[in-house]
């Protein structure tokens, strides 16, 4: 895995940077928003963001919810809720949960508007900053929760630069993260999510591996799914042998018989990522 984390482009002195104006602008900060992808929260996270924000108010928003199992989402909610973190499924494309966002903040930080009122600062904004790893969706989340576009949405990691403030209502401003905060790349497993969702590019690591890494994932949690979408299979194959069955279902067969299963994987890849084969979570509770 050590070369495909150079690959990826992991930059400790970029994060160290990230880290540190973070931790300088953290005083007039009231409260963090952390964007993550619902399919896999775990992955999607900076594992420093907790020890970075230290005591601030911590409100995570699941986005691609859509794309997403409801059932785990809501068990994901219920874990964070459990931590004393509130949590919102949230869909940027649609805009759905976005307006659950605002109240979310002040319901968290009523203590402080409370506060605000008896000294007579009434009109004083609550400051959030929005943080997430490189295509979650934070930008976007930014653009559609302000109504405009000035937070530049791109899909490549580190498109978003300075400090960027949005004021949302009388009531609400936003931050825009000042720096890139990263995924833990060390762990094989963050690295293979990410790359299976299309958070990183499909060049970084094998198809083939990724397509199993997802056939071992759904065949124990959704093999109804998986039928449904291909027909009968023998889920007491290894990972290789039934992405071959699924190809040449497909017709992906090679001279000899034998099925294409670069072919085959590219197929699962992208079939999982435009949701044909349904609404899917990769991580669970469970494995928290």
Known sequence: MAENR??????????AKTKRKIKEIL???????????ARIPLSSRNPDLKEIIENKPH??????????????????????????????????????????????VKLALKDKLESYKEKGMV?????????????????SFINKIAGRTRAKAENRPGVTRGNQWFTIDKQLEL??????????????????????????????????LLAMRLLEILATDYPDLLTARYGELDFSLDAY????????????????????????????????RNQKIGNITLERVKNA
């Not at 150079?6 to 994060?15: L, V």
């Not at 005083?27 to 992808?37: F, N």
């Not at 009109?123 to 930008?139: E, Q, T």
Request: hydrophobic content about 45%.
């Open 6 to 15: 150079q690959t990826i482009q992991w930059f400790p002195g970029h994060m």
């Open 27 to 37: 005083p007039i900060i009231d409260a963090v928003a952390e964007v993550v992808d």
């Open 59 to 104: 409100i995570i928003l699941l986005n691609k919810c859509d794309m997403a199992d409801a059932n785990a989402t809501k068990e994901w909610i219920d874990f964070y809720k459990a931590n004393g973190i509130t949590a919102i499924p949230i869909d940027c494309k649609s805009g759905k949960g976005l307006n659950a966002f605002k109240d979310n």
């Open 123 to 139: 009109g004083k904004p609550l400051r959030v900053m929005v943080v997430g790893i490189p295509n979650v969706g934070k930008s």
């Open 175 to 208: 931050l825009d993260t000042p720096g890139v905060l990263w995924p833990k790349f060390e762990d094989e497993t963050v690295g293979e999510h990410l790359a299976v969702t299309g958070a990183v590019k499909d060049q970084i690591l094998d198809a083939e």
């Open 241 to 272: 042998d039934l992405l071959g069955v699924i190809g040449k279902k497909r017709g992906m067969v090679i001279r000899g018989g034998e099925t294409d299963t670069l072919r085959a994987a590219n197929m699962l890849l992208e079939e999982y």
